[in-house]
């Protein structure tokens, strides 16, 4: 039996997968973890690197869906989530396709080959099969909110607007997000989404949903922000894919370096290298916005209010996943877990030396870090597109600069591709860049609609107004 419990449950009572896909926070405030997290053979490992992608990933999945969902199932699922209608540039089932950097040992896996072009679509498709699953199978409905900073948003409204037991009302920033981003979420309005604008940044629509969802009436809203385990457990099948594609023979280490924000893609990294396979180092890349930098170097988790930068999908204030980092850091104790998140909550700051570990425990465990900035983005994505790497987008560009910082150590990097450039048009042109062409004829009904702001309901920073709303699009069903 796979077996999931709060990282902040004094009496550990487990849950099954199918409960954490449907839920969202647990009722203590902790996130759902696995019980245990599988280990490979080296046969299995071996096998698994030579699938396909929809088969890794079932297989992958399957791991840590236990009894909830069979292999069958799960074949059903990825195949459709992973198709050539929902991924159509993959060639002979790569979906996540590596290129090489020239004269380097760095390699670029490119996860944004879906509709809404970042990596959200990868765990974002497969969720929403499982969702509708588990809701046929037991004749229930689900109204989900949620928060966006720009990729997340549009990647929920494509893979759940067609399902018919879900709803879901998802709270953007007016400040930050791309022309792009936002033209993508306005156009997929409707057919039971609903985008409401928040006049603010990031943060404010992140406490909406959790001051929304605390209350009686709301409480019962499911998720699709990255603390929901079923878009963690979906994203490790690609670093399968990336290490399958990228090292020079079976057995070698390779570094995975990750443009990083609410640090579910990293943590995703953290769990295949757990399973088995065969990681030395998860580099965490971030912007300006350097809470996670400061966690991994020195042991301090220290909130720190965002700037909005040219790779606003990084601009965090906090990071929603660390939490599931922290609790496997402190010995898997509940305890412990719930001091150290309390004592954030209450001073905004909590050390991991103040549990006994040693401030560059993370470095000598297979973890490091690096920060970039703007003028370091657009001479990267400058450098990129004269060294084999094409034109990138800015949150990348983050992570390449970050993986050029490296010592060139004859181990491969790879650095993960989580969006591509059409999304910041703006920031290319800074680079003196232009969108690739594919890209743009594939999107160029978004670079050129002509009213974007008829698909958002406006809201001011408040609870209530959202309240207001969220009565109005999810009353009962008839
Ligand atoms: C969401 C996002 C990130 C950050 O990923 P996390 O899992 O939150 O760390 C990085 N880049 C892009 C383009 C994103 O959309």
Redesign the pocket.
């Known amino acids: 039996m796979t077996e999931y419990a709060s990282t902040r449950d004094l009496n550990q009572k487990t849950i099954s997968y199918e409960e954490t896909v449907l839920g969202g926070l647990a009722p203590d405030g902790g996130l759902y973890v696995p019980y245990q997290i599988p280990q490979l053979t080296t046969e299995e490992l071996r096998q698994l690197l030579k699938m396909e992608y929809s088969e890794l990933a079932a297989r992958v999945k399957k791991f840590f869906a236990g009894d909830s969902l069979s292999i069958n199932t799960l074949r059903d699922m990825t195949a459709k989530a992973y198709s050539k209608e929902i991924f159509p540039e993959q060639a002979g089932g790569i979906v996540t396709p590596v290129r090489k950097l020239v004269g380097t040992d760095i390699c670029l896996q490119n996860l944004?080959l879906g509709p809404t072009a970042?990596?959200?679509d990868m765990a974002m498709q497969l969720l929403a099969q499982e969702m509708e699953y588990f809701l046929n199978l037991r004749g229930r409905y689900l109204d989900i909110l949620g928060a966006t900073?720009?990729?997340?948003g549009s990647?929920a409204e494509a893979a759940l607007k067609n399902l018919s037991r879900v709803r879901i009302a998802i709270l953007s920033p007016l400040i930050g997000m791309s022309d792009f981003q936002r033209a993508q979420m306005g156009n997929l309005t409707g057919d039971g989404v609903t985008n409401i604008s928040v006049d603010g940044r990031f943060d404010d629509c992140q406490d909406l949903v959790k001051e929304v969802m605390a209350s009686e009436e709301f409480h019962r809203l499911g998720a699709v922000n990255?603390i929901n385990w079923a878009r963690i457990s979906a994203?490790i099948a690609y670093y399968f894919a990336g290490y399958a594609q990228s090292a020079n023979k079976f057995g070698d280490s390779v570094d995975f370096v990750?443009?990083?924000?609410?640090?579910?893609?990293?943590?995703?990294g953290h769990y295949a290298r757990a399973m088995g396979l065969p990681i030395r180092n998860i580099i965490?890349a971030t912007n300006e916005n350097d809470v996670?930098h400061r966690f991994f170097q020195e042991g301090i988790y220290q909130e720190k209010s965002a700037i909005v930068t040219s790779?606003p999908?990084?601009d965090?204030s906090k990071?929603?996943?660390l939490e599931r980092l922290i609790y496997i850091l402190l010995g898997n104790d509940p305890l412990k877990t719930r001091q150290f998140m309390e004592q954030f909550s209450r001073s905004e700051a909590a050390r991991l030396g103040d549990y006994g570990i040693p401030d560059n425990h993370l470095q000598t465990t297979g973890f490091n870090s690096g920060v970039s900035s703007h003028a370091k983005r657009i001479e990267t994505m400058k450098w990129a597109a004269s060294n084999g790497g094409g034109v990138i987008?800015?949150?990348?560009a983050?992570a390449l600069h970050v993986a050029r910082q490296l010592p060139d150590d004859g181990v491969i990097k790879i650095c993960?591709e989580?969006?591509l450039a059409v999304?910041f048009s703006p920031t290319l042109e800074k680079a003196g860049l232009e969108i690739p062409l594919l890209q743009h004829q594939r999107f160029a009904y978004l670079l050129n609609q002509p009213d974007v702001e008829a698909g958002f309901r406006k809201i001011a920073v408040d609870a209530e107004a959202l309240k207001e709303i969220l009565r109005q699009i999810f009353t009962m069903r008839t």
Do not use: R
């Open positions: 944004s970042a990596f959200k900073s720009g990729d997340t990647a990255s994203q990750v443009p990083s924000g609410n640090f579910g893609n990293a943590l995703a965490i996670l790779s999908s990084m965090i990071a929603s996943n987008d800015p949150h990348t983050d993960l989580t969006a999304k």
